[in-house]
């Protein structure tokens, strides 16, 4: 629903038993037990929320010149992989924008990657490709700034779940949830209009 932009699968259909099967697999040899707090692998967890709270307070202070800096980086480290304009190459994603038919193709403001520190940890950790680890902290947050200030499909968490009737069980206490880019932006205290240097962003 949210890295993919789709809508969530029936219960105990083909799609999610297989979902589930390839998780299973992927997880072999791992500790089964998993963090309530950080739904990620115990491998991740430390680092992960370590990282994001020092991304957090690096985004709080961002201004336009460093959304002017991350697409400068974009351009000489991602677009070989991830286009000009973010459209993907090949078997690399796109990380925002439509198709010709004007369907989203990348992940939606609900996603970790479109959360200003949880993709700049993601990014400095994995990104360029064989290149984990070689961005600093300031590069890996405004590149961020500068992918996630892209137009990209709002969340709309209710839009996502199919009707109960259909849906089976859903493992959540939360059910109604939205978010936006101007929204992600504003959760640091930032007005993406002025970070982009427009006046106007969809």
């Not at 072999?28 to 991304?55: T, V």
């Not at 200003?116 to 994995?126: C, D």
């Not at 259909?166 to 493992?171: A, D, I, K, L, T």
Request: net charge positive; aromatic share 8%; proline share 4%.
């Amino acid at each position: 629903m949210r890295s993919m932009n789709g809508k969530r699968p029936i219960i105990d259909t083909e799609a999610s038993i297989a979902m589930a099967t390839y998780i299973t697999w992927l997880s072999e040899g791992m500790k089964m037990k998993m963090d309530a707090k950080r739904p990620c692998s115990p491998l991740n967890s430390e680092r992960w929320a370590k990282n994001a709270k020092k991304f957090a307070a690096i985004q709080k202070k961002a201004t336009h010149a460093n959304y002017e800096n991350g697409k400068k980086i974009f351009a000489a480290k991602c677009a070989s992989c991830h286009g000009d304009h973010g459209q993907g190459m090949g078997t690399f994603p796109p990380l925002w924008g439509k198709d010709a038919q004007g369907h989203w193709l990348s992940y939606n403001t609900g996603a970790g990657m479109s959360k200003l520190n949880k993709g700049a940890a993601w990014v400095q950790s994995n990104m360029p490709l064989g290149q984990g680890g070689s961005l600093s902290d300031q590069e890996a947050a405004d590149v961020m700034l500068y992918v996630d200030a892209q137009p990209r499909a709002d969340f709309d968490l209710v839009k996502g779940l199919l009707p109960k009737s259909e849906m089976g069980y859903y493992n959540s206490k939360v059910l109604k949830e939205h978010h936006s880019v101007r929204s992600n932006f504003k959760q640091f205290g930032l007005d993406v209009d002025k970070i982009r240097g427009d006046k106007v962003i969809k």
